[in-house]
């Protein structure tokens, strides 16, 4: 029978409905025929109308021949998404620089015997430009930068811990104190914050250019704090902003 996407299937083949119809139901009326379920095909009659297994529940129902021409594709190559809850013998799945950490997760842990990861090493060429295309990547190199591409939306805690991790880091510490100093310098009543400001900027950046040398500098940070205490604000003077 030919199907929607231009293919044919026949008896034993897999299918993929693509549209959701709640007047087709099966598994004993407690599911029907959704977008993205795979099926057996079990029979096929001479109007072009289908018989199908559900390869999850084991469900049957019948397809009419309006939906199969319409709704219905091939169901060897599935998207990562419609593959969530499915298991099969053998699994192939293509990984390419796109795919999520966990799309990978989910491709890699279908197969009951054995799976074949085919990763993509050649970067698509942009026919916009006419810059030469990359050059190919590893395949190691291509599943790490996966590995490293998560799209799952953090917890709360975990997005605490992240926002805290980028709030105290030294490049955000260093480029507010360099913001604060450059505000007070030109406010003339908070000359003497200003001074501190600039001196505890300097400090971090010195700082942080540290981390950046050799384990053995030649020499030690040079002092940047001047031996005088911190100015106290007064309770009507000026304020400034942390």
Do not use: C, M
């Not at 998560?150 to 480029?175: D, G, K």
């Amino acid at each position: 029978v030919r199907l929607a996407d231009g293919t044919t299937a026949g008896v034993g083949d897999w299918v993929t409905t693509r549209r959701n119809n709640r007047l087709l139901l099966t598994h004993g009326g407690r599911d029907f025929v959704k977008n993205g379920d795979t099926w057996t095909v079990t029979h096929r009659f001479a109007d072009g109308s289908l018989t199908v297994v559900h390869r999850r529940h084991r469900g049957r129902v019948t397809l009419p021949a309006g939906y199969v021409a319409q709704y219905l594709e091939l169901g060897y190559a599935v998207t990562a998404h419609r593959v969530q809850g499915d298991t099969v013998d053998t699994a192939h799945p293509v990984v390419t620089e796109q795919t999520s950490r966990e799309a990978l997760y989910v491709l890699a842990t279908r197969a009951r015997q054995h799976t074949t990861l085919y990763v993509a090493t050649d970067p698509p060429v942009d026919v916009a430009t006419e810059h030469a295309p990359p050059e190919p990547r590893t395949a190691r190199d291509v599943l790490e930068h996966v590995l490293s591409n998560p799209t799952a939306e953090l917890s709360a805690t975990e997005t605490i811990a992240a926002t805290l991790a980028t709030e105290t880091s030294l490049p955000v510490q260093t480029a507010r104190y360099g913001h604060a100093a450059d505000t007070a310098q030109a406010q003339p009543e908070a000359v003497d914050w200003a001074g501190h400001l600039r001196d505890r900027a300097q400090l971090i950046r010195d700082l942080a250019h540290a981390r950046h040398r050799p384990p053995d500098p030649p020499a030690p940070l040079p002092p940047v704090l001047p031996d005088r205490p911190l100015p106290r604000r007064e309770r009507h003077g000026p304020r400034l902003r942390r």
